[in-house]
């Protein structure tokens, strides 16, 4: 796991490259994207790393870009699926043992493992930076699907409540 010190350039680049990709295929403004990186900015400064989403900010604070163009475009010019995670079971995100704030930061999550290829689900795959730690961290053969903020949100946190149940059950049985 990385500490915060070692996480911050990355989500800053991860959110950079986004932000760059998303006003080149014009799904936002140049005004929007500084104005986001204000509201990112602060995040990261004050620690909050599972806030330090440009995203979850252009979507939820300033409502700025509409998500289903964005996904719409990200299946289309990237040939990736669509995977929606509300009902799929999160027990192989233990076994993969993935950084829980840079699943945040970065919207995305490894959701499966099946043989030598590992499922990954992600709204920020315009972000290089991003596909680039994914890829290292996880290494070997790597699916990838585009999904919501939402159904990624909902999964982490299904993935976080079923990780500290699991803890939990350690410490009792000990």
């Not at 295929?25 to 990186?37: G, M, P, V």
């Not at 163009?69 to 040939?79: A, F, P, Q, Y």
């Not at 945040?104 to 680039?132: G, N, W």
């Amino acid at each position: 796991m990385l500490t915060d010190k070692e996480r911050r350039p990355l989500i800053l680049r991860s959110n950079r490259f986004l932000g760059s990709a998303l006003v080149e295929r014009e799904l936002i403004k140049t005004e929007d994207l500084e104005a986001a990186n204000e509201k990112l900015l602060e995040a990261v400064q004050s620690g909050n790393m599972r806030g330090a989403n440009l995203l979850n900010i252009l979507l939820f604070d300033i409502k700025a870009i509409d998500e289903s163009l964005l996904v719409e475009v990200i299946t289309e010019d990237e040939s990736l699926g669509l995977i929606d995670l509300t009902h799929y079971d999160m027990a192989k995100f233990r076994e993969i043992d993935a950084d829980i704030d840079l699943c945040y930061a970065t919207y995305t999550v490894p959701f499966d493992r099946v043989e030598d290829f590992t499922m990954i689900a992600t709204a920020y795959y315009l972000s290089k930076p991003t596909i680039q730690y994914w890829e290292e961290a996880i290494g070997g053969n790597i699916i990838w699907y585009v999904c919501s903020v939402a159904s990624i949100a909902e999964a982490i946190e299904r993935a976080s409540q079923l990780a500290s149940s699991e803890e939990v059950a350690v410490k009792e049985g000990s």
